[in-house]
């Protein structure tokens, strides 16, 4: 019998399910992706999917990585899971799904949510936050499932993340880990755990602390994989399944960013920029701070909603001639958009595009909208494409900015994860909107490697997380900045994208009065 020195982390993502092997040094022993329907709309802004669906699949990338490597299977010594975070289920006192997941891109919303008290709205007016409870309230999960579907609700005993749910479904025990509770959930940020019973959340919302999980912390253990599960994936029955947390936690833990010092972006269809620190630091006043994927520890966020979605939309409206030469090629099309950089010189020919096609909260506000300023008649789709990326870039340099503001420290080193970081010439676009070096971490698997760390801290290997992350974390290819190109996105940036949100916003705010769209 070989000896167990190996780490199974299982990814449920959005678009795919990954089950990965790392070994005790980070590197990636073996995988097999399962692609996955992201969801399904019954309706126009429903995102849905079967919590079932996801569970089969789970099941099939587990076999097909045991069909492939059958010599690391009786290798592995623990299993941690990560997953797309604020998706949420209905489940009955058996445990059954009442009806499909929502999905984090469902957009639906309800006027029919809690009253609360006139003493409790008054000072919510006087703070300046009537439209931030409004979001909370309109846009939660509970409260227009609560509406919609009063019966499924009625029958509703559990209401928990899709990672609480695969848990279950792994180990026979309904628990989550603490760094997977992001969204519209009655949880206390600070405390990192469920709201105390006076919070004003458990007012707000119609969810119930009976029917949330029990939270565990970051590498500590959520269950043992069980006689069922161990049949359907193939996973040795009674490994220790540890709690790691939500995808972009993990991400951020396996970039190394387990100091405000470091930044960490990550360009997946939501693009964000994180620092982790020890205290707990909103990154803006009051938007909470998410738990990191390590005890005890937080992560400040900087979102920007429609992040790489932005180039699955180019490559929809614009990219007919790479997608049929991707087809021909066998390759994805994102592959070919590199040429597409290639062919438009920095700062696209005076294009400057404000990614904000999804509006905000705080920041962007409830009125933003995309823009493009700047065009003519030399300016074509690469142009365009180009605007696109060096636009994602300006909007999480502000958000640096920001971070740097409220940890009262310098961000001095950029570590880049997801899907664009994949491109060399994005990366190089990065480092040279930040003028900062921008850093591939070793491996594309990010989200992975962080849920494999919370395995092998759980399991002993190493003492905490920052010993792990030493020993299974490093630097791959490193993107020093361009002084020429440097300057001129500075000043772009500086005098030109800085300024548009501000100069823009009274017109977006006419534009929706105008065309009541989008409606809330």
């Not at 738990?291 to 929809?316: C, D, H, L, T």
């Amino acid at each position: 019998m070989a000896t167990p020195d190996l780490l199974l982390a299982i990814d449920q993502g959005t678009q795919s399910v990954r089950a990965i092997v790392f070994d005790l040094r980070g590197n990636l022993i073996a995988k097999s992706q399962q692609h996955i329907t992201p969801y399904f709309s019954e309706q126009p802004n429903w995102a849905e999917q079967h919590g079932d669906y996801f569970w089969q699949n789970l099941g099939q990338a587990c076999q097909n990585l045991w069909a492939e490597h059958p010599q690391l299977r009786e290798r592995i010594a623990a299993v941690a899971l990560t997953c797309q975070r604020a998706s949420m289920i209905c489940l009955d006192a058996e445990m059954r799904p009442l009806r499909p997941a929502t999905i984090w891109l469902d957009s639906r919303r309800t006027d029919n949510y809690p009253k609360l008290p006139w003493w409790l709205r008054a000072g919510i007016r006087v703070s300046g936050l009537e439209h931030m409870m409004y979001q909370l309230q309109s846009k939660a999960e509970c409260n227009w499932l609560a509406a919609d579907f009063p019966e499924v609700w009625a029958k509703t005993r559990h209401f928990v993340q899709i990672s609480a749910y695969l848990s279950y479904l792994l180990t026979g025990q309904l628990r989550d880990a603490v760094s997977s509770q992001v969204g519209y959930v009655p949880f206390d940020h600070k405390r990192q755990d469920w709201a105390a019973a006076s919070d004003i959340k458990w007012r707000a919302l119609r969810s119930r602390r009976e029917q949330m999980p029990e939270l565990v912390q970051a590498a500590e253990p959520l269950g043992l994989i069980s006689a069922e599960a161990a049949r359907h994936t193939g996973i040795p029955q009674g490994l220790t399944l540890f709690a790691a947390g939500a995808d972009k936690a993990c991400e951020v833990l396996a970039c190394g960013a387990i100091d405000p010092e470091v930044g960490c972006i990550s360009y997946g269809t939501t693009a964000t920029i994180n620092t982790s620190n020890s205290r707990y630091v909103e990154p803006m006043p009051f938007v909470p701070a998410y738990p990191a994927a390590m005890p005890k520890r937080y992560n400040s966020e900087i979102i920007v909603q429609r992040g790489y979605w932005m180039v699955n939309w180019f490559k929809r409206e614009f990219a007919a001639q790479e997608v049929l030469q991707a087809q021909e090629q066998g390759i994805a099309p994102e592959l070919l958009f590199d040429g597409l950089l290639e062919q438009s010189p920095a700062g696209a020919m005076g294009l400057v595009l404000q990614p904000f096609w999804n509006p905000g909260v705080r920041f962007p506000g409830p009125e933003a909208k995309g823009a493009v300023i700047g065009f003519g008649d030399v300016h074509t789709r690469a142009h365009l494409y180009r605007a696109i990326i060096e636009g994602l870039g300006y909007a999480l340099r502000q958000g640096k900015e920001q971070l740097e503001r409220r940890n009262g420290q310098p961000i001095r080193r950029l570590r880049v994860a997801g899907g664009g970081s994949q491109s060399d010439r994005v990366m190089q676009i990065t480092a040279n909107i930040f003028g900062l070096p921008a850093e591939r971490i070793h491996t594309y698997e990010a989200s992975g490697l962080g849920a494999a760390i919370n395995a092998a801290v759980g399991a002993g290997f190493f003492k905490n997380h920052g010993e792990a992350v030493a020993a299974m974390s490093r630097p791959g290819q490193v993107f020093e900045p361009e002084a020429d190109k440097v300057q001129l996105y500075d000043r772009l940036y500086r005098e030109v994208y800085r300024r548009m949100y501000a100069r823009l916003s009274p017109l977006y705010r006419s534009i929706r009065h105008i065309t009541h769209y989008p409606k809330h």
